[in-house]
């Protein structure tokens, strides 16, 4: 046999180790990232951090070399002055893109690099400052908008912030969370004075009971669906509500699936049988809040008969979950985007926080509200001030004294008017209110619903710069691109969905002529006339610390190895993993019912399935990161439907066979996967892929108090195709009509 020696076994030595973070997912795990001297990574670790005790998913693993891939963008781009009028440059579907390993799939830099010619930094950054001053002088400051991120740090986000409020002069900025948990943030807004969780995921330990509702943690959030299977199998009981069976469903004490769109008369079903049979905490009641009455005569017009006919499950199930949850000394509530991201998304989060203070739970350990956050820093850059209606801290924009008070931190009047929402950015470019938009690290194309009218926008808008570190479909729109940095060459704060904010250290040197984001943010303001100097990240950061509240006692200094949860009593401590214990932020809790209604884009005889949209486990957003790492792209390279196997036989689909769905706004050319997680009359698409974009079929009907688009039901069709269709036909976006081209150019 042969013998291997000792040095032989050994990994090769490491070049250059940083601790630092997971860029993907919002529960924020600690990670060693090893490199070589060229920066390029070797592999992970997992770090003991309160997230995530060592842990990673595939993900944090494996998906961090996008940040070498070899199409990033490392020299700024300015539009060459015969591509317009703008539209996408790059095909939108390829020969055959649905097959295999196609080319392609992404972005086609080929076709999209001859439209734009490099050019110095100062003549990039002075075109920018230029253009935005004329649409500002032309039209005034609310004809400018701004996108941030949330894949961005705390202090990219407020400085972004506040370049479009105190230089732009509109508070027209807004970032995905109005993708994700903007109705969530809404509701606990108005129920309990804070958009925060009030307990963190790995609590769920201490709980008798945890609600999961409207989320796939396994896919979505991997090590924090580790610890809530490893609370199940010491006993905590799971209760999974869904109207797609997600994965830890299997480790459920009951799995309940509903029809899509009937959340609020589930849970109003529930609340009916935990008054009825007294099976609320009255006591937390009567102290802790207010509307008690007007919740139990709403929920008086919901028995479990009626619930379960609107819902599509039976009484007995309603019943069931209800006695489990009004018997349990503690329990956990965690929803994801399956409660968010409905035209009543917010009146769904409502429900979910009536039932915990119904039974009180909330201020104890094992107990609490915890929307899982999407993002890295989604939480953060909300917290940061990266939404249209609040300044940093949540703080409302329409509030004389709060404004006063950004006013002398600032030093320039602000607007009153909160702004423009994301959707409703969209919406403004469409009928001329918005002319120039300032895209940083998002990809609207992809990410919002109905692409055919995202891309008439984008079209429309007189000027737009977008900074990010690959061209995205975003960025074949573009009038300048700004090569910028990634996550793993960069300082800067994030905070995760535990409410505790991490430094993230650089991994490697930026590339090429890439340069900081905040550095960035910083010259356009300076071009455009507002000094914004900093000495360093750190520096932004004490700022942001010094504007809200919540991030009091916190510095770059403090922070240490693996952070501090805010909000933080004093410098030493590690802060508060459970909030309102004793009080809310608004005093009493209140109840805010809520009534059942109706999809806005319902299945008919044309139309007769639903469409559910989300994500998988190899893939994140829209796939700029996660399609540019090999190990993820090999093990989930092309989308996919997932159609009821009885749907399937009566439409003649095998499994793999490709067919096209179409909604009332476009249709796409896709390979079916028969799986019994959907149910008949459902069907699911994963959000990450260009050649088979689900946004092509969302409604972008709105929330009306959280602005959150429908994307999570809309009315589709299926239609098998012959394995040798043409691509041309499908994944169809529709060309706009456009303004004459004198308007569109720069």
Not at 617 to 630: D, F
Not at 704 to 720: G, S, T
Request: with cysteine; aromatic share 8%; hydrophobic share 40%.
């Amino acid at each position: 046999m042969k013998r291997f020696s000792h040095a032989a076994m050994e990994r090769p030595p490491a070049v250059n180790e940083v601790d630092t973070l997971c860029p993907y997912c919002g529960v924020g795990c600690a990670v060693t990232y090893v490199t070589d001297q060229q920066g390029r990574f070797l592999y992970a670790r997992g770090r003991d951090g309160s997230a995530n005790a060592g842990r990673l998913c595939v993900k944090g693993r494996y998906g961090v070399d996008y940040a070498h891939h070899p199409q990033r963008l490392t020299k700024p781009l300015i539009r060459r002055e015969g591509s317009y009028p703008k539209g996408p440059l790059s095909h939108f579907s390829k020969a055959g893109s649905s097959g295999p390993r196609k080319p392609g799939r992404l972005v086609d830099y080929a076709e999209v690099l001859p439209h734009f010619r490099e050019a110095s930094w100062d003549d990039a950054l002075d075109l920018v400052a230029k253009r935005l001053l004329e649409v500002r002088a032309s039209h005034g400051p609310d004809s400018l908008a701004g996108l941030g991120s949330a894949k961005g740090s705390n202090e990219e986000a407020y400085l972004f912030q506040k370049l479009v409020r105190a230089v732009f002069g509109t508070n027209n900025v807004d970032h995905c969370t109005r993708l994700c948990h903007a109705s969530s943030v809404y509701a606990l807004m108005e129920c309990l004075g804070s958009g925060a969780v009030t307990n963190v995921v790995r609590d769920v330990e201490h709980a008798e009971v945890a609600v999961l509702a409207g989320c796939n943690p396994t896919a979505n959030h991997p090590v924090a669906a580790s610890f809530m299977k490893q609370a199940a199998a010491r006993g905590t009981k799971l209760l999974v509500v869904n109207v797609r069976r997600p994965p830890i469903a299997d480790h459920a004490e009951q799995y309940v699936q509903i029809r899509p769109g009937s959340d609020v008369a589930f849970y109003n079903g529930v609340m009916h049988v935990l008054i009825k049979e007294a099976l609320y905490d009255a006591d937390f009641v009567a102290r802790r809040t207010e509307g008690f009455e007007a919740l139990r005569e709403v929920v008086r017009r919901y028995p479990p008969q009626r619930a379960a006919a609107e819902a599509g499950v039976t009484a007995d199930e309603i019943v069931r979950f209800a006695r489990t949850l009004g018997k349990a000394g503690s329990a956990m509530f965690f929803w994801g985007m399956g409660i968010s991201q409905h035209v009543y998304g917010t009146d769904n989060a409502r429900c979910l926080i009536a039932l915990a203070l119904l039974t009180g739970n909330v201020g104890r350990p094992g107990t609490g509200l915890h929307p899982l956050r999407g993002q890295n820093n989604v939480q953060g850059a909300s917290d940061a001030g990266l939404i249209p209606m609040y300044y940093p801290g949540y703080q409302p924009v329409a509030d004389p004294a709060v404004r006063a008070r950004f006013e002398a931190l600032w030093g320039v009047k602000l607007s009153a008017r909160p702004g423009l929402t994301t959707v409703e950015i969209t919406e403004a470019a469409l009928d001329g209110q918005v002319r120039a938009l300032y895209c940083m690290g998002e990809n609207p194309f992809m990410s919002d619903p109905d692409i055919n009218k995202v891309r008439e926008a984008l079209a429309r808008l007189e000027f737009l710069v977008v900074q990010d570190i690959f061209l995205t479909e975003t960025a074949e729109f573009a009038d300048v691109i700004l090569p910028a940095s990634s996550f793993l060459e960069k300082t800067g704060t994030y905070t995760n969905t535990d409410r505790r904010v991490q430094l993230g250290r650089p991994v490697r040197a930026l590339p090429g002529e890439a340069r900081q984001d905040w550095e960035l943010i910083c010259e356009i303001a300076r071009r455009m006339g507002y000094p914004m100097h900093y000495r360093d990240v750190a520096a932004v950061f004490d700022e942001l610390v010094a504007a809200t509240p919540l991030y009091a006692n916190l510095s770059h200094a403090n922070l240490g190895a693996y952070g501090r949860w805010y909000p933080c009593p004093h410098p030493n401590s590690e802060g508060e993993k459970i909030l309102f214990r004793e009080n809310f932020p608004i005093g009493r809790a209140r109840f805010v019912p809520a009534e059942s209604g109706l999809i806005p884009d319902r299945p008919d005889q044309d139309y007769p399935y639903i469409l559910n949209t989300g994500r998988q486990l190899e893939h994140w957003h829209t796939g700029v990161m996660t399609r540019r790492s090999r190990a993820l792209d090999e093990i989930a390279p092309e989308a996919f439907v997932e159609v009821h196997p009885a749907d399937a036989a009566e439409l003649g689909v095998a499994d793999g066979d490709l067919v096209r769905v179409s909604s009332r706004r476009g249709s796409i050319r896709i390979r079916a996967r028969l799986t019994e997680v959907v149910a008949r009359g459902t069907v699911f698409i994963p959000m990450h892929f260009r050649e088979a974009a689900a946004n092509l079929l969302t409604d972008p009907s709105l929330d009306p108090l959280a602005k959150i688009p429908q994307l999570k039901a809309c009315a589709v069709r299926l239609e098998p195709l012959a394995q040798g269709t043409a691509a041309q036909s499908e994944n169809a976006c529709h060309e706009p009509t456009l303004p004459p081209a004198d308007q569109l150019t720069s």
